[in-house]
C-alpha cells in the first residue's frame, strides 16, 4: 500500500483519480463495513410541486412570489403573462441584459424584446391556444438587441409558470 497510510491504495496516494477506490486489506472489516452502509432505495424524481388554485385575487400574491424568485436569480429573466402576452415582471439582470429601464419593461409586447420570426411565431401559437399556450416552450439560441444598441448572442428559454404565466430566461454566450 501507499507509505502514506496502510489502506490508501497507491494510486490515490501519488495522485490517482479523485474517485481512487481506498482499499481495505482486511476482509472481515470490509464485510463489516459493507453490512454498516444501508441499501439505497432506488432514485425517484420529487413530485412536481402543486400549483396553487387559482382564484379571484389570487393571482396578485402569486405573481408576487414569482417576482421575488426571479429578482433573486443571476439569470437575465422576465414574466409575461399569458392572457395578455405583456411582461409583468424582469429582474435586475433582465435590466441590465436588455439595457432598458423597468418602466420601458414592464407592460411591454413578449415580442418586441425579442423580435425575431422564432418569437412572433410563438407567441401566435400562444395566443391561438389560450387555455392551452401554458404547455408551449421554446428553447433556442437567437440575438438580442439591447436598448443601447449592441448585439448579443443568447440562449432564450420560454416556460409556463402557473398561473397562467410565462417565464423568458436569457443566457448571454456573447463573452
Known amino acids: 500500500m501507499s507509505a502514506g497510510h496502510p489502506d490508501v491504495s497507491p494510486a490515490l496516494s501519488k495522485g490517482g483519480p479523485a474517485t481512487a477506490a481506498v482499499l481495505i486489506e482486511d476482509a472481515p472489516a470490509a464485510v463489516a463495513l459493507a453490512g454498516a452502509i444501508p441499501a439505497a432505495a432506488p432514485w425517484a424524481p420529487p413530485p412536481p410541486p402543486a400549483a396553487p388554485a387559482p382564484g379571484p385575487g389570487d393571482d396578485g400574491a402569486v405573481l408576487a412570489a414569482w417576482s421575488l424568485l426571479i429578482e433573486n436569480l443571476n439569470e437575465a429573466v422576465w414574466l409575461v403573462r399569458a392572457d395578455t402576452q405583456r411582461v409583468c415582471a424582469v429582474n435586475e439582470a433582465g435590466l441590465a441584459l436588455l439595457a432598458l429601464p423597468r418602466a420601458q419593461v414592464l407592460g411591454a409586447a413578449a415580442d418586441t424584446l425579442l423580435p425575431t420570426p422564432e418569437d412572433f411565431t410563438f407567441w401566435a401559437e400562444a395566443a391561438a391556444a389560450g387555455a392551452a399556450a401554458p404547455g408551449a416552450e421554446l ?21 409556463p409558470l402557473p398561473p397562467r404565466l410565462f417565464m423568458v430566461a436569457l443566457q448571454d454566450h456573447s463573452a
Open 139 to 159: 428553447c433556442s439560441q437567437t440575438l438580442l438587441q439591447r436598448g443601447d444598441g449592441a448585439t448579443l448572442h443568447v440562449t432564450r428559454r420560454i416556460r
